[in-house]
Each structure stands twice: as C-alpha cells, then as structure tokens.
Nanobody, 125 residues
Framework: QEKLAEFGGGSVQAGGYLRLSCVNRGYSVYKIGWFRQAPGKDCEGVATIHMPTGGVRYADSVKGRFAISRDNAKASAYLQMDNLKPEDSGVYYC????????????????????WGQGTQVTVSS
C-alpha cells in the first residue's frame, strides 16, 4: 500500500472543477505539495502547504483558481481546482517532505522526498 496516494482526478470541460486529495498513510511531514506534468513538459510545482502553520504558495498559473488545504488530523492535503483550463491537463502528483523550511523554493520538486503515483486530470475545451 502506497504511503502517499492521490485521488480525485478525472475529465472535465473547461471552466469546470475538480478536487484532488492527497492521502498520507504514514509520513510525518512539514509540507505537502502538488505538482503536475503534461506530456513533453517539465514537472511544475502547482501549490504547497506548510502543515504546522497553514502557509501556502501557488504557481502564478493557478493563483485565484486553485486552493490548497490541509487536514492535520489526517496529515493529508487537498487541492480544489476551479475554472479549469485545457492547459491544466496533466498527471498531478502529491509530494511531501520533512524539511520544515517554507519559502519560494518550496514549489521545487527536488525539495520533496515522498511522492504519490499520480492522478490524471484532463480538461477539454
């Protein structure tokens, strides 16, 4: 059983919404982040949340449309994605780390130690 697992991907039309869940089954972590990768493109950090404080950071491409939240009791995080666009399509991964630092670099994939398997999000125009 994977210790970090994503749920909630799917196919929607542009303007629609999805809510992704990152279920943490065993890690004690300081940050959970969401990343995405489209075919032929680099992995992009979308949003991250600092679990103790609730501090958040977003990529400019999703600000105002996506919202990350957490449930400390479950050590899990969620990504509400509204007003989806075709360019939001890709495999979405959640990742976690025990590094307590929280800064602009917290959206970099190399800052994360544990990764889920990913969930596909497809937005059609």
């Amino acid at each position: 059983q994977e210790k970090l697992a994503e749920f909630g991907g799917g196919s929607v039309q542009a303007g629609g919404y999805l809510r992704l869940s990152c279920v943490n089954r065993g890690y004690s972590v300081y940050k959970i982040g969401w990343f995405r990768q489209a075919p032929g493109k680099d992995c992009e950090g979308v949003a991250t949340i600092h679990m103790p404080t609730g501090g958040v950071r977003y990529a400019d491409s999703v600000k105002g449309r996506f919202a990350i939240s957490r449930d400390n009791a479950k050590a899990s995080a969620y990504l509400q994605m509204d007003n989806l666009k075709p360019e939001d399509s890709g495999v979405y991964y959640c990742a976690a780390t025990r590094d307590p630092a929280f800064s602009s670099s917290s959206l970099l994939e190399e800052k994360y130690d544990f990764w889920g398997q990913g969930t596909q999000v497809t937005v059609s125009s």
